[in-house]
């Protein structure tokens, strides 16, 4: 996808709640359910640790600061972890899919990228009770297709793109972009686990905080690189304190409760 051509053609203007000029999005990728398949980094990843500490304690954390949070989860894993995601929902935070079990979207028909949009939208509806409207692809690959299926099964919100400055639409959809995959390609996924590559993540999130004095700021990491007493919960921890000062005047929260003007 030529996103940096999409967003010249079809810039947007993002409406941020509270008719705040800037905005802060934590997201998180849920993705694994068995060793081999979200964890492929690492093979000694045990999904137990992410969905029975990492994320209960994630959980804590953001409730601590009254922060609300968008995940983007794949259906497989909502269907092995009910009783989890529906507290999510509970707790008011935003999720949208992330593929059935991961697919590489350009990889497949129309046709079958429509199979897995509905499949996803279905399952969120059964064992959730909601009706997802926004979606980030795994591996953050997208073509027109993925758009047309998306707002075909009732999407109205992407974050796909990658270090582009500003949103856009395709074919009806909003994509806001990330600033950046954290723990992916950025950081890489072996970021050591000491006081110094915790402050690498903690320190890098407060830059762009400070570096965007107007609009979104989407931040991307993923659950499944987290371990089970992982300190790189304490980098967020860390960020959300430096944030907190500024509450009054930006807004924090759901990819799903942005609106925009085209
Ligand atoms: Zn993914």
């Not at 990228?113 to 997802?132: A, C």
């Not at 967020?236 to 500024?246: D, G, H, Q």
Request: hydrophobic share 40%; proline share 5%.
């Amino acid at each position: 996808m030529h996103y940096l051509l999409l967003r010249k053609l079809n810039p947007m203007e993002t409406i941020i709640p509270g008719n705040k000029e800037k905005g802060v999005v934590l997201s998180f990728d849920v993705e694994s359910w068995s060793n081999l398949c979200g964890g492929k980094y690492d093979l000694s990843a045990n999904p137990e640790d992410e969905y029975g500490h990492f994320l209960p304690r994630l959980l804590d954390v953001l409730d601590s600061y009254n922060v609300k949070a968008q995940f983007f989860i794949c259906g497989k894993v909502v269907e092995l972890y009910p009783f989890l995601f529906r507290s999510l929902v509970q707790k008011g935070h935003g999720l949208g899919g992330h593929g059935y079990e991961h697919e590489v979207m350009p990889n497949l028909r129309i046709s079958e990228q429509m199979t897995v949009v509905n499949r996803v939208k279905k399952t969120m509806k059964q064992v959730l009770g909601i009706s997802p409207i926004s979606w980030r692809c795994p591996g953050l690959a997208a073509n027109l297709g993925t758009y047309v299926a998306l707002r075909n099964h009732g999407f109205r919100i992407s974050s796909n793109a990658i270090r582009i400055d500003k949103p856009f639409s395709v074919k009806g959809i909003a994509d806001i972009p990330l600033a950046e995959k954290m723990d992916g390609d950025f950081l890489g996924f072996y970021l050591p686990i000491t006081s110094s590559g915790i402050q690498i993540w903690a320190d890098y999130m407060k830059k762009e905080f400070d570096r965007i004095s107007k609009g979104i700021l989407v931040l991307g990491m993923h659950t499944w690189v987290q371990r089970k007493y992982d300190p790189r919960l304490e980098a967020i921890r860390s960020f959300l304190t430096y944030v907190e000062p500024f509450m009054g005047e930006v807004w924090m929260g759901r990819l799903d409760d942005l609106q925009w003007k085209v």
